[in-house]
């Protein structure tokens, strides 16, 4: 098993940055990725960005490209999601998300972090 702590968000006013941090504890040996989504009350869970554990590849939405900027520190099994020019529509809970790799044929397991709640005003 996996464990996610969160760290970061708050509240900002539009045009602000917010930065969040997730550190994986537990059998991290089997990630695949890191990564973030966010949900807003009564909408599904959405990808935000992620990046692979080993050769740091990573992934957008196209609502954030050019805002956020994900990074990875895989020695500390931390991962990093700058988000720069925040806009009201950004404002969600953000939930830290891990996978491991595939195994033959059957996907790996999925974690997810407690959430953190990011507020933007405009």
């Known amino acids: 098993q996996v464990q996610l702590v969160e760290s970061g968000g708050g509240s900002v006013q539009s045009g602000g940055s917010l930065s969040l941090s997730c550190v994986a504890s537990?059998?991290?040996?089997?990630?695949?990725?890191m990564g973030w989504y966010r949900q807003t009350p009564g909408e599904q869970r959405d990808l935000v960005a992620s990046?692979?554990?080993?050769?740091?590849?990573?992934k957008y939405s196209d609502s954030v490209k050019g805002r956020f900027t994900i990074s990875i520190n895989a020695a500390k099994n931390t991962v990093t999601l700058q988000m720069d020019n925040l806009k009201p529509e950004d404002a969600a809970v953000y939930y830290c998300?891990?996978?491991?790799?595939?195994?033959?044929?059957?996907?790996?397991?999925?974690?997810w972090g407690q959430g953190t709640q990011v507020n933007v005003s405009s």
């Open positions: 998300h891990a996978k491991d790799w595939n195994h033959h044929e059957i996907p790996g397991n999925e974690y």
């Open positions: 537990g059998r991290t040996i089997h990630l695949y990725s």
């Open positions: 990046i692979t554990t080993n050769w740091g590849t990573s």
